[in-house]
């Protein structure tokens, strides 16, 4: 399987092109967001129904990182 | 000019109405918010599904396929959609709803901790290439999703470390004989029971706590029992989404859409199948989207042909949901400071003062985050039996360039 | 003491029974849903003061004065938010508007900035290029109006006034009977419940003018004014058909409300997609980076219209023993608090601040519908 870099939080990661993003971000134990009183999140529902799983991507805030698959060069950026 | 058939849905309902819409001249359209057809239960495509029903995936060469587009809204005649290609609207003759079902939440202390996630969640997020083998996952909850989601994760290396189920084994043991007489769910029993052989499996019995330092670390059960674990996926039950079906004016009874026998909702040229008209799984949303299919292109003798497989697996349907009801301690789980909107952070004790659901959303905004009430919405009708009001548009958030359209 | 009944729990309602019963009248407030949640949960919460003639802006400056006192202590309940507004001017006929706005406003002494397009960008970096100026007016502010109702209520409620839940169907001389059958009795009725005023009395001059919205999620940074086009009142005042503004606010949670539209005599629930896209497109218009925000809901909501803008505060003109305070287009959160002490100032017949003569009820021959 083809691997591909991606950044998040400003570090490159390799990774399995076509891999769920939010499934990334869980493996590495990367919080996706803040909650409104700062609890760090991660994907529930998996399927684009809950939100816990916003994140930046290329600067485009509140995507949903269970709907997407991780390409070559993504810059995926999550709350600190 | 031909029929133009819209299905929303390409889990095993939609596909099975696109099957059986497409033996006529129809000109058929499925959309899904997926890039992949499929559904949740086939998520991953064609090799996910039963032999049996891999037939279904070859249609999607004779129809249009619209992937990762979302519906937001419907008038009578048409859909609004956000597609990769942005805002576009779709006529429609007979509109097929086949978007399925989520999975029910009932909030307790820690739930909010990173890696609780749903079961269905864990599963699709497996899928999604989450690395499980060598994991310790405890499953907890209600309803076969459970053991089904045990037995995969297992299989792909998972460590369960129990399997958790609020049922009493009698009514368990109920449900399992009024599976005798339907082969193919005896046998899925039995394949389950074989895989999750040594796997620790607790009934009458439910999660009280979840408990980390910046993730779930250990769980803790009714029993008094604690266990560590890497995962925690847990759910009580599935939801219908039913937002687009009530959008349209379709009749609801105790949350899902009610359909006649040829599954034809109380609007004109709108059907439904599938977890929207009751929770049944892969068989009924097959059976129920052929017939849709059917009726819905004119071929009502192929329809009629199916009456007594849609009697069975709607009796089916109805023995799932009296053998997993909730018990009322489950009610006892959430304490003053647990969230309960997981949006917004709304705490039940902000939600106890509170009149109805329109009253908390108001309020405390409980529901009016980007879930739209579609995790809290369950789960404070459950606690409070509280009752959704109207659906807002768009069904699904989407960005503003989304919403304009050229021309209406 | 005297007991009055006020049909209609939204702002108005509640900051009238928090007048008469602070005054130790004995209140009885009827609400259908719950508190606050017709046209005062739909509407965008704006404290602004509004120039449109000399009795609007008076009586929205004495409104926002009066929400200053009563937010001063605390602001939280209100989530009060002093975001002032920022009047923005794309072209040289709205620029000369910048100068006579400001000119009314100094009369009144009403803080006021006039910012060339300089000045425009560095309040607010987001807006788009080619923009001529603005008027900051810094003391407009926003609220969110269901929980400030409810809170309006609370202090009623600590005085004594009474909760009931229902839906009154007709008024007669001193009592009012609800649709489950119940007659409730007082020495006075007052009626606040909005543009559902004309069910109970249609023979009043008021006619919906329906409005859409769209709240996003939060953007804290994009913009920081409550932004809206200089051209607001021309557009937004049209006597028919459908129009769109812009009007865009940064609520202090960071999510934006997206406005604005109007519609009339529409009371349904139905999005206009077409008007939809087009306050979008003027949205997108002003502030480009909008097109990438995420929407997470749209809703609609009833003003009640009156003829000439302004609220109907006072006696009915045929019967005696019912008081209105109706009509407040879209500025019933800032004249809330100000017609609530002008009607109680009456009833109770009390010198009050204001001239009232402008805002009595007037002509009851309804403005025919174009």
Redesign the interface.
């Known amino acids: 399987m083809k691997q591909i870099r991606i950044s998040i939080n400003g570090t490159e990661y390799q990774v399995?092109e076509?891999?769920?993003l939010?499934?990334?971000l869980?493996?590495k134990?990367i919080?996706n967001r803040r909650?409104?009183?700062g609890?760090?999140?991660?994907?529930?529902?998996?399927?684009?129904?809950?939100?816990?799983c916003?994140v930046t991507i290329n600067q485009q805030a509140?995507q949903l990182a269970?709907?997407l698959?991780c390409c070559d060069g993504m810059e995926v950026d999550c709350e600190p | 000019m031909s029929l133009n058939v819209v299905i929303v849905g390409a889990g095993p309902a939609g596909l099975a109405a696109a099957w059986s819409a497409s033996q006529s001249n129809a000109n058929i359209t499925l959309i899904d918010?997926?890039?992949q057809a499929g559904g949740?239960i086939w998520r991953g495509g064609q090799g996910y599904a039963p032999k049996r029903y891999r037939h279904l995936f070859g249609q999607q060469t004779t129809l249009h396929y619209r992937k990762q587009t979302h519906v937001l809204?419907a008038?009578e005649q048409q859909l609004?959609l956000a597609t990769p290609q942005g805002p576009q609207q779709l006529r429609y003759d007979r509109l097929i709803l086949a978007n399925g079902a989520?999975?029910l939440?009932l909030p307790f202390p820690g739930w909010?901790l990173?890696?609780?996630?749903?079961v269905?969640?864990?599963?699709?997020?497996?899928?999604?290439?989450?690395?499980i083998a060598g994991k310790r996952v405890v499953i907890a909850g209600s309803g076969p999703l459970l053991i089904a989601v045990a037995s995969q994760l297992k299989q792909r290396g998972a460590i369960i470390k129990a399997v958790v189920e609020q049922v009493p084994i009698a009514q368990l043991l109920r449900f399992g004989r009024s599976l005798v007489g339907n082969p193919t769910k005896m046998l899925q029993a039995a394949q389950f029971a074989q895989a999750l052989a040594n796997t620790p499996f607790y009934v009458n019995t439910w999660i009280t706590a979840a408990e980390g330092e910046?993730?779930v670390q250990q769980v803790q059960l009714n029993n008094g029992q604690r266990i560590e674990c890497d995962y925690l996926a847990c759910s009580w039950g599935l939801i219908a989404?039913t937002e687009l079906a009530q959008q349209l004016g379709c009749r609801l009874e105790q949350n899902f859409v009610v359909v006649d026998r040829s599954q034809h909702t109380s609007r004109d040229q709108v059907y439904a199948v599938g977890e929207l008209t009751g929770i049944g799984g892969e068989d009924k949303a097959v059976i129920e989207g052929q017939i849709a299919g059917f009726v819905a292109t004119g071929n009502y003798q192929a329809a009629s042909q199916l009456a007594q497989q849609q009697a069975q697996a709607r009796q089916f349907s109805q023995q799932l949901a009296a053998s997993f009801a909730l018990r009322p301690e489950l009610r006892q789980l959430a304490q003053a400071n647990t969230?309960v909107c997981?949006?917004?952070?709304v705490t039940l004790a902000q939600l106890q003062s509170q009149?109805?659901w329109?009253?908390a959303k108001?309020?405390t905004r409980c529901g009016?985050?980007?879930?739209?009430g579609?995790?809290c919405g369950g789960a404070t009708q459950y606690l409070f039996g509280w009752s959704q009001d109207?659906v807002?548009?768009?069904i699904?958030?989407?960005?503003?360039?989304?919403?304009?359209?050229?021309?209406? | 003491m005297s007991s009055v009944i006020i049909v209609g729990g939204g702002i108005v309602g509640c900051a009238v029974a928090l007048e008469l019963t602070q005054a130790g009248w004995q209140v009885t407030l009827i609400e259908r849903?719950?508190?606050?949640?017709g046209a005062t949960?739909a509407g965008m919460g704006h404290i602004v003061v509004m120039d449109e003639g000399e009795a609007q802006l008076k009586l929205t400056l004495f409104g926002q004065q009066l929400w200053q006192a009563l937010t001063a202590d605390h602001p939280q309940p209100h989530e009060y938010h002093a975001c002032g507004t920022l009047w923005v001017a794309t072209d040289t006929e709205e620029w000369d508007l910048v100068a006579e706005k400001a000119a009314v406003y100094q009369q009144y002494q009403i803080a006021c900035e006039i910012l060339d397009a300089a000045a425009l960008y560095a309040h607010e970096p987001a807006l788009r290029e080619g923009l001529v100026g603005g008027l900051l007016v810094p003391n407009d502010s926003v609220v969110y109006p269901?929980?400030s109702a409810?809170y309006l209520w609370q202090q009623a409620e600590k005085h004594g006034a009474t909760l009931v839940y229902g839906e009154v169907t007709t008024i007669q001389t001193n009592y009012v009977q609800l649709n489950d059958g119940r007659q409730l009795s007082a020495d006075a009725i007052v009626v606040a419940n909005g543009q559902r005023c004309i069910d109970l009395l249609p023979e009043l001059p008021i006619r919906a003018k329906r409005g859409q919205l769209?709240i996003?999620?939060r953007y804290p940074a994009l913009i920081k004014h409550q932004l809206v086009e200089l051209s607001y009142i021309k557009n937004a005042h049209a006597s028919s058909g459908d129009s769109v503004a812009f009007n865009l606010q940064p609520r202090p949670n960071g999510q934006l409300l997206?406005g604005s539209s109007r519609q009339f005599d529409r009371t349904d629930?139905?999005?206009d997609?077409?008007l939809?896209?087009q306050m979008?497109?003027k949205?997108?218009d002003y502030v480009p980076a909008?097109?990438?925000?995420?929407?997470?809901?749209?809703?609609t909501g009833v003003r009640a219209a009156s003829p000439d803008g302004l609220p109907l505060i006072g006696q009915h003109p045929e019967r005696a023993g019912l008081w209105l305070n109706v009509g407040h287009e879209g500025l019933g959160i800032t004249t809330a608090l100000s017609s609530a002490r002008l009607l109680a100032d009456q009833m109770l017949q009390r010198q009050s601040q204001l001239e009232i003569q402008p805002y009595l009820p007037r002509s009851l021959q309804q403005e025919q519908p174009q």
Not at chain 2, 342 to 345: I, P
Not at chain 2, 368 to 372: A, H, L, P, R, V
């Open positions: 399995t076509h891999s769920n939010a499934a990334v869980m493996d134990a919080a909650s409104v009183t609890e760090p999140r991660m994907a529930v529902c998996g399927m684009g129904s809950c939100g816990e916003r509140h269970c709907l698959q | 918010q997926a890039a949740q809204g008038s609004y989520r999975e939440f909010t990173p890696k609780v996630v749903g269905g969640g864990l599963q699709a997020l497996v899928k999604g290439s989450l690395p910046g993730e989404n969230i997981r949006c917004e952070d009149p109805s329109r009253s108001l309020q009016m985050g980007i879930c739209q579609r995790v109207s807002r548009f768009p699904h958030s989407v960005s503003v360039a989304d919403l304009v359209m050229e021309s209406v | 849903d719950c508190l606050g949640s949960a269901p929980k409810v769209v996003t999620e997206i629930r139905q999005i997609q077409l939809l896209s979008l497109r949205a997108i909008l097109a990438d925000v995420r929407c997470l809901r749209t809703w």
